[in-house]
């Protein structure tokens, strides 16, 4: 289904007088553990689920549509988050030739290792104080898409997975550990967020489990990943422009859960919530909660507005259900644990581009504190 807001990614990047955020992507770990620290070894069966949940049956074929049909059927940043303008460069350090990956950039690959049962935990997920309120600055939490070797991206909203690597090793080498949004607001809220920063993938691409989840738990990382199960197996329909890319499988799901990434929600069918009627809005948000918690026995915490288009309705609504915390791009006076900022990551965001954009949230949230900012709404 088309969006239904088909301006280009890139041109949403805008906060109107009305309050509403609009879009500004170009169209596990605890707090105390080190960055650097190994994952473990995974089982056999953690293995092959995350091998075969990488290469899920390709869109068009008779079980991607027929799990397309039935999910669909049941459903009635150059600032830090405005995305670059212009061609894509190659993967590859500045004025390194592509391909070419540093010795010190790469560290010893470790295998998976599949998350603790926690079957038989309680569902916190579901309970009012499962992310405390986040007062002071919001920590820094970074955006990404989708992570493939595709050239044809005119919404720039892919990485190579060389380029992936290269900005986790960034991360590591200053004494950073990526996680998800749920983690990283408990550790705000306690304090012990200083060298944590948020990751997120949005749209739930197959890339996902194929690419983003080796590189993560590699450099000692975990993320975050906001999916659609109104198009379990499906396809990027609502990109006018470029190739179709798959979406995540139920299978793909458990397996990005099983290895220690936070699953959210990032509605059913990726609507623009500000423009959905009421009874849209709900089924959006609630629907979509319901399904991945029975996808994987967890109810997600996290929600992810699309396209990032936030206003105080959806905010309102993303509250009543049931969430604890949703994510934004740039949400303006919105800002809180219901409207998160991003910032965008793209190709082009290397060392040089990574420190700007970090010194950039750093003097943010240094003038938001100053004038009393940041507190949650």
Same mark, same amino acid.
């Given at each position: 289904?088309?969006?239904?807001?088909?301006?280009?990614?890139?041109?949403?990047?805008?906060?109107?007088?009305?309050?509403?955020?609009?879009?500004?992507?170009?169209?596990?770990? +605890?707090?105390?553990?080190? #960055? @650097? =620290? *190994?994952?473990?070894? &995974? $089982?056999?069966?953690?293995?092959? !689920?995350?091998?075969? %949940? +990488?290469?899920?049956?390709? #869109? @068009? =074929? *008779?079980?991607?549509? &027929? $799990?397309?049909?039935?999910?669909? !059927?049941?459903?009635? %940043? +150059?600032?830090?988050?405005?995305?670059? =303008?212009?061609?894509?460069?190659?993967?590859?350090?500045?004025?390194?030739?592509?391909?070419?990956?540093?010795?010190?950039?790469?560290?010893?690959?470790?295998?998976?290792?599949?998350?603790?049962?926690?079957?038989?935990?309680?569902?916190?997920?579901?309970?009012?104080?499962?992310?405390?309120?986040?007062?002071?600055?919001?920590?820094?939490?970074?955006?990404?898409?989708?992570?493939?070797?595709?050239?044809?991206?005119?919404?720039?909203?892919?990485?190579?997975?060389?380029?992936?690597?290269?900005?986790?090793?960034?991360?590591?080498?200053?004494?950073?550990?990526?996680?998800?949004?749920?983690?990283?607001?408990?550790?705000?809220?306690?304090?012990?967020?200083?060298?944590?920063?948020?990751?997120?993938?949005?749209?739930?691409?197959?890339?996902?489990?194929?690419?983003?989840?080796?590189?993560?738990?590699?450099?000692?990382?975990?993320?975050?990943?906001?999916?659609?199960?109104?198009?379990?197996?499906?396809?990027?329909?609502?990109?006018?422009?470029?190739?179709?890319?798959?979406?995540?499988?139920?299978?793909?799901?458990?397996?990005?859960?099983?290895?220690?990434?936070?699953?959210?929600?990032?509605?059913?069918?990726?609507?623009?919530?500000?423009?959905?009627?009421?009874?849209?809005?709900?089924?959006?948000?609630?629907?979509?909660?319901?399904?991945?918690?029975?996808?994987?026995?967890?109810?997600?915490?996290?929600?992810?507005?699309?396209?990032?288009?936030?206003?105080?309705?959806?905010?309102?609504?993303?509250?009543?259900?049931?969430?604890?915390?949703?994510?934004?791009?740039?949400?303006?006076?919105?800002?809180?644990?219901?409207?998160?900022?991003?910032?965008?990551?793209?190709?082009?965001?290397?060392?040089?581009?990574?420190?700007?954009?970090?010194?950039?949230?750093?003097?943010?949230?240094?003038?938001?504190?100053?004038?009393?900012?940041?507190?949650?709404?």
């Amino acid at each position: 289904m088309p969006s239904s807001n088909p301006v280009p990614h890139s041109a949403r990047d805008a906060v109107s007088p009305a309050g509403r955020a609009t879009d500004h992507r170009p169209s596990g770990t +605890a707090p105390g553990r080190s #960055p @650097g =620290s *190994a994952a473990g070894p &995974a $089982s056999a069966a953690a293995r092959d !689920s995350l091998r075969r %949940a +990488a290469h899920p049956p390709r #869109p @068009g =074929s *008779a079980t991607s549509s &027929a $799990s397309t049909t039935s999910s669909t !059927s049941s459903a009635s %940043a +150059a600032s830090d988050t405005s995305g670059p =303008s212009g061609s894509v460069r190659p993967a590859g350090p500045e004025g390194a030739a592509a391909g070419s990956v540093p010795a010190h950039d790469l560290a010893p690959a470790r295998d998976f290792a599949p998350a603790p049962d926690t079957a038989s935990e309680p569902d916190t997920a579901s309970e009012p104080d499962a992310v405390p309120p986040a007062g002071g600055p919001l920590p820094w939490t970074l955006m990404y898409h989708s992570v493939d070797e595709c050239r044809d991206d005119p919404y720039l909203v892919t990485v190579t997975p060389e380029r992936l690597r290269r900005q986790l090793a960034w991360l590591r080498r200053r004494g950073l550990t990526g996680v998800g949004v749920r983690e990283l607001l408990r550790a705000h809220a306690a304090g012990r967020a200083r060298r944590l920063v948020g990751l997120t993938f949005d749209d739930g691409y197959a890339d996902f489990v194929e690419h983003a989840v080796p590189a993560l738990l590699r450099y000692g990382h975990t993320a975050t990943v906001f999916v659609l199960p109104g198009r379990l197996g499906g396809v990027n329909a609502w990109d006018e422009k470029g190739p179709r890319k798959p979406l995540l499988t139920a299978d793909g799901i458990r397996a990005a859960a099983a290895a220690g990434m936070e699953v959210g929600s990032h509605g059913l069918l990726h609507l623009d919530l500000t423009a959905a009627d009421d009874d849209v809005l709900t089924a959006e948000l609630t629907e979509s909660r319901s399904r991945l918690a029975d996808i994987t026995g967890r109810t997600p915490t996290g929600f992810c507005y699309p396209y990032g288009a936030t206003d105080a309705r959806a905010v309102a609504a993303a509250r009543r259900a049931g969430y604890g915390y949703a994510c934004s791009v740039d949400p303006g006076p919105l800002a809180g644990t219901f409207a998160l900022p991003r910032a965008y990551i793209g190709q082009r965001d290397a060392a040089g581009r990574l420190n700007a954009k970090r010194l950039l949230h750093r003097l943010r949230t240094a003038k938001g504190a100053a004038g009393g900012g940041g507190a949650d709404r």
